[in-house]
């Protein structure tokens, strides 16, 4: 495989002025060693690829974030505990660094994936009397959610179940329901990671705490 190292010309010019951090240089292309398997599924009359990442760490490090096909696919935490369906929970493509849900906090009965559990934290400031709300924009622009808000609920199904959640992330994680995405990585150590939405992979980004390398797949 190809390696290729991407020009940043704002970590360029940060750096000619010693204003660049650390997490914005552009590491060496022997930052990590990579292979990429694809796995192709079939659901019914549904086909669903998948490819999985691997790297291996050329030295201490610690991983932010992961993207493929310049952000176009979604890319998933292959380490984390999951069951091939529900991955909700451990994608770490979408922020800078990617907020990840605390294991035993998403309770389906009440606040169902990830994403919702933080805008609701963040909207609602964690009150149980409200719930989490969105519009769906229209197909041509993705169904991305937009109008985003927290409503007054008297579910008290929701209510209870959020109470508890409320509980398990009191006496666990420090009052936390999710954490800024990190994984150390020592030298020669190898971790998996998931890669979806894409028949394809042309190229992927891994952003560390020392800086960012994108590998060509071609």
Same mark, same amino acid.
């Given at each position: 495989?190809?390696?290729?190292?991407?020009?940043?010309?704002?970590?360029?010019?940060?750096?000619?002025?010693?204003?660049?951090?650390?997490?914005?240089?552009?590491?060496?292309?022997?930052?990590?060693?990579?292979?990429?398997?694809?796995?192709?599924?079939?659901?019914?009359?549904?086909?669903?690829?998948?490819?999985?990442?691997?790297?291996?760490?050329?030295?201490?490090?610690?991983?932010?974030?992961?993207?493929?096909?310049?952000?176009?696919?979604?890319?998933?935490?292959?380490?984390?505990?999951?069951?091939?369906?529900?991955?909700?929970?451990?994608?770490?493509?979408?922020?800078?660094?990617?907020?990840?849900?605390?294991?035993?906090?998403?309770?389906?009965?009440?606040?169902?994936?990830?994403?919702?559990?933080?805008?609701?934290?963040?909207?609602?400031?964690?009150?149980?009397?409200?719930? @989490?709300?969105?519009?769906?924009?229209?197909?041509?622009?993705?169904?991305?959610?937009?109008?985003?808000?927290?409503?007054?609920?008297?579910?008290?199904? @929701?209510?209870?179940?959020?109470?508890?959640?409320?509980?398990?992330?009191?006496?666990?994680?420090?009052?936390?329901?999710? @954490?800024? @995405?990190?994984?150390?990585?020592?030298?020669?150590?190898?971790?998996?990671?998931?890669?979806?939405?894409?028949?394809?992979?042309?190229?992927?980004?891994?952003?560390?705490?020392?800086?960012?390398?994108?590998?060509?797949?071609?």
């Amino acid at each position: 495989m190809k390696k290729l190292l991407t020009a940043s010309l704002f970590c360029s010019v940060a750096l000619f002025m010693s204003a660049c951090s650390d997490e914005k240089k552009e590491l060496s292309q022997d930052a990590f060693k990579f292979d990429i398997e694809t796995e192709t599924k079939g659901f019914g009359k549904y086909i669903t690829i998948r490819h999985i990442l691997s790297l291996t760490a050329k030295d201490d490090i610690e991983i932010k974030k992961i993207t493929a096909n310049r952000g176009a696919c979604e890319v998933r935490d292959w380490n984390k505990e999951h069951d091939g369906y529900n991955l909700s929970d451990n994608l770490i493509s979408d922020e800078t660094p990617p907020k990840v849900c605390n294991t035993g906090i998403l309770n389906k009965n009440w606040i169902d994936y990830c994403e919702k559990l933080i805008k609701w934290a963040e909207l609602s400031k964690e009150d149980c009397s409200y719930e @989490y709300e969105y519009d769906l924009d229209d197909k041509s622009k993705g169904f991305k959610h937009i109008n985003e808000r927290v409503e007054k609920t008297e579910n008290k199904k @929701y209510i209870e179940n959020c109470e508890k959640a409320k509980q398990v992330a009191k006496e666990k994680y420090n009052g936390k329901y999710y @954490y800024d @995405y990190k994984v150390p990585m020592k030298f020669g150590e190898t971790k998996q990671f998931g890669i979806f939405d894409c028949s394809d992979v042309v190229e992927f980004s891994v952003y560390t705490n020392k800086g960012f390398v994108t590998y060509s797949v071609k």
